[in-house]
């Protein structure tokens, strides 16, 4: 009997346990107002300014990250870039990478989608739409 509630409490807990999400722009602007949007949905978040700080923290804390909102115009290595080698990394399969950014053409809409994005959301955005958005997905 004790082992079913021990399961049972475990499993409630999971249940209990926030999405983490990981917030990639070189604006901190944006960072910070998408941070503040998401926690209001009581999201976890974690913040990077570029490409090689969100890898790094990408490779710490894989198994704690739900999605990624990542902003495809960076200095240095693109959005894009990052979206290959998370898509191209099985470890990472279980984190939904969701497009951030102001180019909204069709063609990189296209590109994104054929490197495997999961979303898109164009700036400026809504908090309300946002957090619908992110919600949607991590349903």
């Known amino acids: 009997m004790a082992e079913k509630d021990e399961i049972e409490e475990i ?5 209990k ?6 917030i990639v722009d070189d604006e901190p602007d944006i960072l910070n107002l ?7 949905g ?5 913040t990077s300014a570029n490409a090689k700080e969100a890898l790094r923290v990408l490779e710490e ?5 739900s999605l990624i909102l990542l902003d495809v115009m960076m200095p ?3 959005g894009m870039d990052v979206l290959r080698q998370i898509k191209g990394e099985r470890r990472y399969n279980h984190i939904l990478v969701v497009l951030f950014t102001v180019k909204s053409f069709n ?4 590109k994104g989608k054929r490197l495997g994005a999961d979303g898109y ?7 309300k739409e946002l957090l619908k958005s992110v919600q949607g997905m991590l349903e």
């Open 11 to 15: 499993s409630q807990e999971e249940e």
């Open 17 to 22: 346990k926030k999405h983490v999400i990981l």
């Open 34 to 40: 998408t941070e503040k949007f998401l926690k209001l």
């Open 42 to 46: 009581d999201f976890d978040t974690i």
């Open 61 to 65: 804390r894989y198994t704690d990250i």
């Open 76 to 78: 240095g290595k693109s």
């Open 107 to 110: 063609e990189d809409v296209q």
């Open 121 to 127: 959301i164009t700036k400026p955005f809504s908090g």
